[in-house]
């Protein structure tokens, strides 16, 4: 099982600042690596798939990048409805497995 | 606009069993995988269980393996998930998600709002 670490597990920023959220995996999962942002009492919503590639609708302050076991999602200017937690997940392999999440507070 | 709406969640006791059903509307049910996510109370995501755009070739946690079935009725654009042999563990959230592909293995675009599964007695 390929296990995804993301660090660190809560940050705490000022809106306007940019922010970014490592996700690390134990072996390589190429470019099959998604970001979702999860509100409380909400489901998840896809941020990013592909490593890189935004999902529709998603505003263009979120980026991804990395490759093989080191990803990285930012926020360039955090705005009040980005405080949420956010999730990396790998496609590549059997299991499919998710971090356990870092959480973005307002400072 | 997509829709997954799922049901069924509920009260069970240790060892009892519980059907989830996922209806889903806006896109061509059978030309994409499915998938069961669930997420404990203040807990991250675990993957449950995949099935495929056609409805072989199911895929399991072995959290859940021999215990819980997944399959899809592409007649009533429903996924389900037949939960057998609970457990305490297995309380959650059970998210139905929606594959960006027909692969059973790739990123979820879509989730239902969520059915509660609360396994005690």
């Known amino acids: 099982e390929i296990v995804m670490t993301q660090s660190p597990a809560t940050l705490s920023v000022s809106p306007g600042e940019r922010v970014t959220l490592s996700c690390r995996a134990s072996?390589?999962?190429?470019?099959?690596l998604a970001w979702y942002q999860q509100k409380p009492g909400q489901a998840p919503r896809l941020l990013i798939y592909?490593?890189?590639t935004g999902a529709t609708g998603i505003p263009a302050r979120f980026s991804g990048s990395g490759s093989g076991t080191e990803f990285t999602l930012t926020i360039s200017s955090l705005q009040s409805e980005d405080f949420a937690v956010y999730y990396c997940?790998?496609?590549?392999?059997?299991?499919?497995?998710f971090g356990q999440g870092t959480r973005l507070e307002i400072k | 606009e997509v829709q997954l709406l799922e049901s069924g969640g509920g009260l069970v006791q240790p060892g009892g069993s519980l059907r989830l059903s996922c209806a889903a509307s806006?896109?061509?049910?059978?030309?994409?995988?499915m998938s069961w996510v669930r997420q404990a109370p203040g807990k991250g995501l675990e993957w449950v269980s995949a099935?495929?755009?056609?409805?072989?070739?199911?895929y399991y946690a072995d959290s859940v393996k021999g215990r819980f079935t997944i399959s899809r009725d592409i007649s009533k654009n429903t996924l389900y998930l037949q939960m057998n042999s609970l457990r305490a563990e297995d309380t959650a959230v059970y998210y139905c998600?929606?594959?960006?592909?027909?692969?059973?293995?790739?990123?979820?675009?879509?989730w239902g709002q969520g059915t509660l599964v609360t396994v005690s007695s």
């Open positions: 998600a929606k594959s960006g592909s027909s692969r059973p293995i790739y990123y979820f675009d879509y």
């Open positions: 806006g896109f061509t049910f059978s030309s994409y995988a």
């Open positions: 099935i495929s755009g056609s409805g072989g070739s199911p």
């Open positions: 072996q390589s999962v190429s470019s099959n």
């Open positions: 592909g490593v890189s």
């Open positions: 997940h790998q496609y590549n392999n059997w299991p499919i497995t």
